[in-house]
């Protein structure tokens, strides 16, 4: 039990230290270690292979934690029924899977029901981590019946301090991602709140390269699935969004309350408008898109 107390204080003051050397809050730090318990725990598991990680921490880890932050795991469930006692029982397996780190421990406190598109509904479960008096929350949302494109990639999780064992879990690919995030504004429109979507897909588009063929079809199959209505001016009205004092207002206080660069809504707009659009005409019109290096485009490097 010393050892283990050790252990607890040794991480604490680590990650002090690192929350003084990156300007990251330790209460966020905190977080990020104690999500990455569970998927440490989940890795090892005999369900590893039917949780797929998606969402804004995917992101954040893709991006070596230069993105957004956020408090929740989101995953996609598959080739498991979509019943609530099966994964409450799933989810209590996982937190009690060994990784000989038991001076973290792992509480579920309670769910809810949450529906994050019309056709599928899900399940967000509270997790406490405790590690000696130190409590910190995270949620794990879980959602069943979407597509991903071209398919799940294995992927090895960065670490907050080097002494741990990084998680190897499968993950959402970023087609799908861009698909998923442009869904929701298409479905919702200037009535959104997920102003994480407009930033996410500038954020994406600005740091990775994408195939245009693999794009069209991971955002035409996201939108099957999900059956989603849309007509040919409802990407123009997207782009009219920067028009919106609402949406402009919107915008603002995201930025400020995540603490992110400040980036116009304008900007945010027109690189869509420039990543999508011809995307979204070769879907209307039944073409195939085969532009390759999609994010020299956006650099002006190379035309469509």
Not at 38 to 45: D, K
Not at 193 to 203: G, L
Not at 204 to 211: G, K, T
Not at 269 to 291: G, M, N, Q, Y
């Amino acid at each position: 039990m010393v050892i283990i107390a050790d252990r607890a204080a040794s991480v604490l003051a680590r990650l002090k230290i690192k929350s003084r050397e990156t300007g990251k809050s330790l209460q966020l730090l905190l977080q990020l270690f104690c999500q990455e318990e569970f998927l440490r725990r989940l890795s090892r598991s005999q369900y590893k292979d039917n949780l797929v990680l998606k969402g804004g921490l995917f992101i954040y880890t893709l991006t070596n934690f230069e993105s957004r932050a956020t408090i929740d795991i989101d995953f996609l469930l598959r080739r498991i029924p979509n019943n609530l006692e099966d994964i409450k029982r799933i989810i209590d397996e996982i937190i009690g899977t060994d990784t000989e780190n038991d001076f973290i421990e792992l509480e579920s406190r309670g769910f809810e029901i949450i529906s994050e598109h019309r056709k599928y509904s899900g399940f967000s479960f509270q997790i406490i981590g405790k590690i000696k008096n130190s409590k910190t929350p995270f949620n794990v949302d879980i959602g069943v019946g979407d597509v991903i494109i071209p398919e799940a990639e294995s992927r090895n999780i960065p670490v907050q301090l080097s002494q741990f064992t990084s998680p190897e879990i499968l993950s959402y690919s970023l087609e799908s991602t861009i698909a998923e995030k442009f869904d929701a504004i298409l479905q919702r429109l200037e009535l959104t709140s997920r102003m994480k979507d407009f930033y996410d897909i500038w954020y994406l588009a600005n740091m990775f390269d994408f195939e245009g063929s693999k794009l069209q079809e991971a955002i035409f199959a996201t939108l099957q699935n999900r059956g989603t209505v849309y007509e040919e001016n409802t990407f123009s009205n997207i782009i009219g969004m920067d028009e919106n004092p609402d949406m402009q207002k919107k915008w603002k206080d995201f930025i400020r309350r995540l603490k992110l660069p400040f980036i116009e809504f304008t900007e945010v707009l027109s690189l869509l408008d420039l990543f999508l659009s011809p995307v979204w005409h070769a879907i209307l019109r039944e073409k195939k898109f085969t532009k390759h290096g999609m994010r020299r485009v956006i650099l002006g490097i190379s035309k469509l």
